[in-house]
């Protein structure tokens, strides 16, 4: 009987820990909704970031589970040289793959119960000097490619579905997205915490920049109910 309610309190504990690891965040909706209903997450609406200096992208990640199909496009960088930069889910292979244009292609796994389970950390970094890119998993070294970028790098970022002439997305995975964090020379310079609960803009805590969101489907409400 000991045993039992023990066991009881530690699941209660940890469902209450997972609770809070989802509080906040921005829900994709996916293929269980028609492509008009799909989220995207536009943090360029304005034009294209530029950096003049090494530059890098983090964001935390998880997948919503219990759904059919989970193949798509996390994100899509499009830079000046129309040199697109994609970070996909194959659903086929479990894996992950970083593509830089067609130059460079690197597939790889993350443990399945972590990313439907906890936060999983992406950063993209661009070394303007050497011009590559590179890929790191929770501070963990991928892989690296090169990289059309010039100086200075100009990019346009998107998360989920985007209508970009040209370089357009449908396919996404179900996923949970937070955290967006970008750094010029190892100082962040921009941060949405994606933390809202309604609306369909994102505000980024360093310099106030704008984000558009279509279809925003919001974890705070949902943590809250």
């Not at 906040?24 to 269980?32: C, D, K, W």
């Not at 193949?71 to 992950?96: C, H, S």
């Not at 963990?140 to 998107?158: A, D, E, N, Q, Y």
Request: proline content about 4%; some cysteine; hydrophobic content about 40%.
């Amino acid at each position: 009987m000991r045993k039992f309610i023990l066991l009881l309190f530690l699941s209660i504990h940890l469902f209450e820990i997972a609770g809070y690891a989802q509080s906040y965040g921005l829900r994709f909706s996916s293929h269980e909704v028609v492509q008009e209903r799909r989220t995207s997450l536009n943090l360029t609406p304005s034009g294209p970031l530029c950096f003049r200096k090494d530059a890098a992208i983090s964001f935390d990640l998880n997948f919503v589970p219990y759904k059919e199909t989970y193949f798509g496009y996390v994100l899509r960088l499009i830079t000046a040289n129309n040199e697109n930069i994609d970070l996909v889910y194959n659903q086929k292979e479990r894996t992950f793959n970083f593509l830089i244009g067609e130059s460079y292609s690197r597939s790889f796994a993350v443990d399945s119960v972590a990313l439907f389970g906890s936060w999983i950390n992406f950063t993209i970094r661009f070394d303007l000097q050497h011009n590559e890119i590179s890929i790191l998993v929770n501070n963990k070294f991928i892989g690296k490619g090169p990289v059309k970028s010039g100086t200075p790098l100009c990019t346009r970022i998107f998360f989920g579905t985007n209508t970009f002439e040209g370089f357009q997305t449908v396919d996404i995975p179900p996923m949970n997205l937070k955290n967006i964090v970008i750094k010029e020379d190892n100082v962040i310079r921009y941060h949405w915490p994606l933390s809202g609960d309604t609306g369909n803009t994102a505000i980024d805590k360093v310099e106030g920049k704008k984000a558009e969101i279509r279809n925003a489907n919001w974890i705070g409400p949902k943590h809250q109910n």
